[in-house]
């Protein structure tokens, strides 16, 4: 039995057998056709999208495999549809197990279709993804130069475009296109928040698609209106737009400049890289880098398609490294978690010291209350007992001077913040159930703590009056 399925090797049996494939992963549903993959978000709508972005990839190409299918109903995981001239979807349904699809596929395409492994070669991507035909790649490979990659040939030959070229290489939703001058930056669209949030497994695809829809016709943002609806919570939403927003800033500062790495990596000379970079500046309006070191004959198209994706590796490890700066408590406090998840008994030493911690600090804040509420009512000149002015403890607990009434006592959340705890919806939170439960428990603990507070509370009223008593007999 075959374990996974080509996209493309799925597409060319829809074209043979002129049928539409339709399956359920992960909650969302797809339908495969000939030439488009498609993504239902309401009961009468769907959208195209690159199927790189949803789906596992093996040399550069998306397959399907079991993990994460679902059942369509009570019918098997697939149900296929005969597509109509029109290009519509026929009215007629054939349920399907995935060994039964695979049967089908071996049947009409042969056995080898799904035996096939890909490289990721160029050569094999463009054929896959139907960019060229066998024809004009074995035309290209029969003139090209000796020192010629295929790539180079089918751009000079005029089979195929340098654009075309990346986007099989890269894939359309990853690959980064240079503004003209003047112009604002635009992402590409696995670099925006969404598309983040949709890889971290905190929105569904077709959640996605309905808010990007909803928010596009009210004149909002999708990330705004998941928040309001649950979906996903407003750290997550505020951490991922961070990292779209910190992408977009080092594009547009030219941070991991791409020349370097062609330098680097050998390909361009550095001095032949100063002399291009000299004509580029000179030409209005300037050409991409790489496009013109391709023209040029100084690059090849494979290795401008590897030096892009380093870049964007490189922006991504400079955007992590931005993003620890700016959230030490935050990414502690999940180092803390996942290692008490990996350790049990270090989460239980860390639990009870986090109780013992806020025992003490509980037990503290009754006798400054007491002692802080008893001075308050004797007032000035009449005052039997020294008030110390309290300051915060080496956990970093915030102790205010108790006022009459009770006021000023630290409450539940003054704890948790000030033991460097996130808020309960923070995304490190989410992630480590270990780290929910360490909190979950301490809570409650401190929650004890406050009853045993409020008790302090009425000893100190009590201690107040009779203080006030002795000091006018």
Aim: proline share 5%; glycine share 10%; hydrophobic share 40%.
């Amino acid at each position: 039995m075959a374990d996974r399925i080509f996209i493309s090797t799925l597409q060319a049996f829809c074209r043979a057998a002129r049928l539409a494939v339709t399956f359920r992963r992960h909650g969302d549903i797809y339908t495969i056709t000939d030439s488009d993959v498609r993504c239902r978000y309401l009961s009468d709508q769907s959208a195209s999208l690159d199927p790189r972005l949803v789906l596992p990839l093996e040399g550069g190409l998306a397959y399907l495999d079991a993990d994460g299918l679902q059942p369509l109903g009570d019918a098997g995981e697939f149900r296929l549809q005969q597509v109509e001239r029109d290009g519509t979807l026929g009215l007629g349904l054939r349920a399907l197990s995935w060994d039964q699809l695979t049967a089908e596929i071996a049947a009409k395409r042969g056995a080898s279709a799904l035996e096939v492994r890909h490289t990721g070669g160029l050569a094999d991507l463009l054929l896959a993804l139907g960019t060229c035909t066998e024809v004009e790649i074995g035309k290209a490979a029969g003139y090209k130069a000796p020192e010629e990659t295929l790539g180079a040939a089918l751009v000079r030959l005029g089979a195929i475009t340098l654009d075309a070229v990346l986007e099989a290489l890269i894939g359309p939703a990853y690959l980064y296109r240079q503004p003209a001058p003047g112009q604002d930056v635009v992402l590409p669209q696995a670099d925006r928040a969404g598309e983040i949030l949709f890889r971290q497994g905190l929105v569904s695809r077709s959640d996605l698609l309905h808010y990007e829809l909803l928010g596009s016709k009210q004149g909002r943002e999708a990330l705004d209106l998941l928040v309001e609806e649950g979906r996903v919570t407003a750290q997550q939403a505020r951490h991922a737009r961070r990292r779209e927003d910190l992408k977009r800033q080092a594009r547009a500062q030219g941070k991991a400049p791409l020349g370097e790495i062609l330098v680097m990596k050998g390909w361009v000379a550095q001095e032949v890289l100063d002399e291009v970079l000299s004509h580029q500046a000179a030409l209005d309006p300037p050409p991409p880098l790489g496009h013109l070191l391709v023209d040029r004959g100084l690059l090849s198209p494979e290795h401008l398609a590897e030096g892009l994706r380093q870049q964007d590796e490189r922006l991504d490890a400079l955007i992590d490294r931005d993003l620890k700066a700016e959230e030490p408590s935050t990414r502690a406090g999940f180092k803390r978690g996942a290692a008490a998840a990996s350790d049990p008994a270090l989460g239980r030493r860390r639990r009870r010291a986090a109780a013992g911690g806020i025992a003490t600090a509980a037990l503290g804040l009754a006798v400054i209350g007491l002692l802080g509420y008893a001075a308050y009512s004797l007032g000035p000149g009449r005052s039997a007992v020294a008030v110390a002015t309290p300051t915060p403890d080496p956990l970093g607990f915030l102790i205010a001077a108790a006022g009459r009434g009770g006021e000023g006592y630290m409450t539940i959340s003054d704890v948790k913040r000030s033991a460097g705890r996130p808020a309960k919806g923070d995304l490190d939170v989410l992630e480590n159930p270990e780290y929910v439960d360490e909190s979950r428990e301490v809570e409650e603990f401190v929650a004890n703590q406050q009853a045993e507070l409020d008790r302090f509370r009425g000893s100190a009223k009590a201690a107040s009056r009779l203080a006030s008593g002795v000091a006018g007999s």
